[in-house]
């Protein structure tokens, strides 16, 4: 079965096919095995969402719930939001902008070796202690 036929069957379920598709398609899937069982499954489910569907009751009635939050929306109007001066606009670049110097700052200076790391003991003057070397002889 093709995804095209599993979706014609959910509409068939869902109700949403006029009399001539649903008469096709139940024609069509009345030797398929397959769509016969997918269309018990999707059934069954649909049942059993809507019996277990909660029911959601307001305590008042429609019009006094609704007039109700229409009273509170007069009571507190909106109030226009207080804007920053102009002037301190270019607070809110500073902090992106010193954090991206900061960063680039970082990157820029160069690594200074370790004096440990530049001290190396050469294995012909090894009785001579540690000399500062800039290369590595084997």
């Known amino acids: 079965m093709n995804k095209e036929t599993c979706l014609e069957l959910q509409a ?40 277990h569907e909660p029911e959601h009751r307001v305590p008042e009635s429609r019009e006094f719930y609704w007039s109700r939050i229409q009273q509170r929306i007069a009571a507190n109007p909106l109030r226009p939001a207080t804007a920053t001066p102009a002037r301190w606009d270019w607070l809110r670049w500073l902090v992106p902008v010193a954090g991206a110097a900061a960063v680039a700052a970082l990157l820029s200076f160069p690594r200074t070796p370790e004096p440990s790391e530049l001290a190396v003991v050469s294995p012909r003057h090894s009785e001579t202690g540690p000399q500062l070397a800039s290369s590595v002889t084997y």
């Open 12 to 51: 068939l379920i869902d109700g949403e096919l006029n009399k001539r598709q649903r008469d096709a398609l139940l024609r069509k899937s009345a030797a398929d095995a397959e769509s016969q069982h997918l269309v018990e499954a999707l059934t069954a489910l649909r049942e059993t969402v809507r019996g």
